[in-house]
């Protein structure tokens, strides 16, 4: 049955960033997702009277992490990331390995094995309230580039990603879409459906609104490194987006 009691919130910092905030209804005590900043969530938190009970950490990266610390002083915070990355993320008071489930919130939440961004990068997946966190693996529209690794292992893990159910929701850690929209149009030039998309995210932009979430299904017909096909062809397009100035 599906959890529809657990609500996400965005919380933009930085330039571009998302960190989130997970919350079952009525619950003044949250689990934040990627806290890149400190300060912006600390006061969001306190304005609305809620505590943070538990933070998760996609991967290593500052613009994920670096507000860890400061927000994990409060009381029994608990901090929950790859074991196998410990030596370069925030002190963990849990850490969980991909293939992993736990219950958070009330809601199972399975640890999936995304690297290729960077070694080591986890995803959160809840199945029951229909919601994914990739950081830095797949965005809307486009992907992460590929820091350890090779195209291949990134590939994979977006692979594994898509195979996820249709109408999951994708919260992915920045606001790249724009970019990432002007990109899939470039190599997909007759994919009415990307030149759509373009479109109606332009007017998103302009308006301020952010285009994340998303779902997979949407993904699954316009992000170009899913349409990609191959892992040769994805390799390809991941290159050729690193020069791209659209
Ligand atoms: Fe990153
Ligand atoms: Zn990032």
Same mark, same amino acid.
């Given at each position: 049955m599906a959890d529809t009691d657990i609500t996400v919130e965005l919380l933009p910092i930085l330039d571009d960033n998302y960190a989130f905030m997970l919350r079952r209804n009525g619950n003044s005590t949250v689990v934040i997702v990627? %806290?890149?900043?400190?300060e912006p969530i600390a006061q969001k938190l306190a304005e609305r009277g809620l505590q943070i009970g538990t933070i998760l950490i996609t991967h290593y990266h500052a613009d994920h992490i670096d507000g860890v610390e400061q927000l994990a002083l409060a009381t029994h915070v608990e901090v929950i990331g790859n074991g196998a990355d410990c030596h370069r993320l %925030?002190? $963990?008071t849990r850490t969980v390995e991909p293939g992993q489930r736990f219950e958070l919130l009330g809601t199972t939440v399975e640890v999936l094995d995304t690297?290729?961004?960077?070694?080591?990068h986890i995803s959160y997946y809840l199945p029951d309230a229909k919601v994914l966190f990739c950081g830095d693996v797949m965005f809307t529209m486009g992907c992460g580039r590929?820091?350890?690794?090779? *195209?291949d292992v990134l590939w994979h893990s977006l692979q594994l990603l898509s195979g $996820?159910?249709?109408d999951t929701v994708v919260y992915s850690g920045h606001e790249y879409t724009l970019g990432n929209a002007k990109f899939a149009a470039h190599v997909f030039p007759d994919n009415a459906e990307i030149k759509a998309r373009l479109e109606k995210i332009q007017a998103m932009r302009s308006a301020g609104e *952010?285009?994340? *979430? #998303? #779902?997979l299904a949407e993904e699954k017909r316009t992000n170009p490194f899913l349409l990609a096909g191959t892992a040769e062809r994805f390799a390809q397009l991941r290159a050729e987006k690193n020069s791209f100035r659209g």
């Open positions: 990627d %806290p890149g900043a400190a %925030p002190k $963990l690297p290729g961004h960077c070694q080591g590929v820091g350890e690794g090779t *195209p $996820l159910p249709d *952010p285009t994340v *979430p #998303t #779902t």
